[in-house]
């Protein structure tokens, strides 16, 4: 093993019989540029899946509208036949268009063919874990998912899907995915910056419902915040390091999906599970979404 690592301790999806350490891996980056196309460095791309399984990773998020298809083709490629303790958790509700496009479909037809396009590059016969992707591209947007979530659940009835999930859902929303089927994860935008979700976040706690936070750092622009590189200086650590340690202390249902193409890069980002960060580091972080909530420059 490459790396030791204690993952952050594990986490049981509710009503079933899944158990994955708290960090995880997200496939998105092995795609090419803006998640389209083939990677530049195909070979690099399966060394840091088996990588990741080699430091002990068990839980991987992935889509088959990354590339498309393109992702999970290297994840079949690299780790195929897979580990039986390994959870690959897919999405489904976009497509990709010519250009690159990301279109949102949350149609009937849609869905049917990305399930079937989701097991057929991961060379599966069942898919673990599939989130039903709606909203914009960092926050969610009222309306219905009753229709979308129901044709998942047919899915789920068929053998075809073992469990469910959302992403960039309202607490509404989900209370209405419950109504239908159970929900053993929410995937929303969240970070130490961006915290709009706290009171969801702990509601999803209490039910014991896993959450999993996408753009653990400020998304595609990358959080700039003197708070946290002094905090991670004083600690020896990285920005990242230290925003993925807060996240596995702000809540012990929180699991991470951080992505990289880079193998270096990957054990850094398991490293960060294990960085204790003391009362006084923690109360300082805290302060950076207050700043932001005041409309302030974050400092």
């Given at each position: 093993?490459?790396?030791q ?17 708290r ?5 998105m ?8 196309g ?8 399966l ?5 990741a ?13 990354y590339?498309p ?5 290297i994840?079949?490629?690299a ?19 010519d ?9 009937r ?7 079937q ?17 709606v909203?914009?591209?960092s ?9 979308p ?6 899915l789920?009835q068929?053998?075809l ?12 929303q989900?209370?209405?995915?419950q ?7 929410i995937q929303?935008?969240y ?7 706290d009171?969801?976040?702990d509601?999803l706690a209490?039910?014991g419902?896993?959450y999993?936070p ?5 998304g ?9 590189e002094?905090?991670?200086?004083a600690?020896g650590?990285?920005?990242m ?8 202390h702000?809540?012990p249902?929180?699991l ?7 193998v ?9 599970a ?25 400092a």
């Open positions: 093993m490459s790396t690592a204690n993952l952050a301790g594990t986490f049981p999806f509710p009503g079933t019989s899944l158990t994955v350490h960090m995880g891996y997200g496939a980056q092995l795609a090419g540029p803006h998640v389209f083939p990677p530049r460095d195909r070979a690099a791309a060394a840091v899946l088996r990588e399984i080699a430091i002990g990773v068990d839980h991987i998020d992935t889509s088959d509208f590339g298809h393109v992702t999970n083709q994840i079949k490629e780790l195929h036949p897979y580990r039986d303790n390994l959870v690959i958790v897919t999405k489904l509700g976009a497509r990709r268009g250009d690159g496009s990301w279109i949102m479909d949350s149609s037809e849609g869905l049917i063919q990305g399930a396009d989701n097991l057929r590059n991961l060379g599966l016969e069942r898919l673990d874990v599939v989130n039903l992707r909203g914009g591209v926050s969610p947007t009222d309306g219905s998912l009753e229709a979530f129901t044709v998942l659940a047919e789920q068929q053998g899907i073992r469990h469910l999930g959302l992403s960039n859902v309202t607490p509404a989900l209370a209405e995915a109504k239908i089927a159970p929900v053993v994860c929303n935008f970070n130490i910056a961006n915290r709009t979700d009171a969801f976040l509601s209490a039910q419902i896993a999993v996408f753009f653990p750092l400020g595609f622009t990358p959080l700039q915040s003197s708070t946290l002094d905090q991670a200086k600690l650590a990285t920005p390091q230290v925003a993925l340690a807060w996240l596995l702000r809540s249902n929180i991470l999906i951080p992505g990289t193409s880079s270096a890069h990957l054990r850094e980002n398991i490293a960060g294990s960085l204790q960060l003391p009362a006084a580091t923690i109360a300082s972080l805290d302060s950076i979404a207050q700043s932001v909530d005041k409309n302030t420059t974050v």
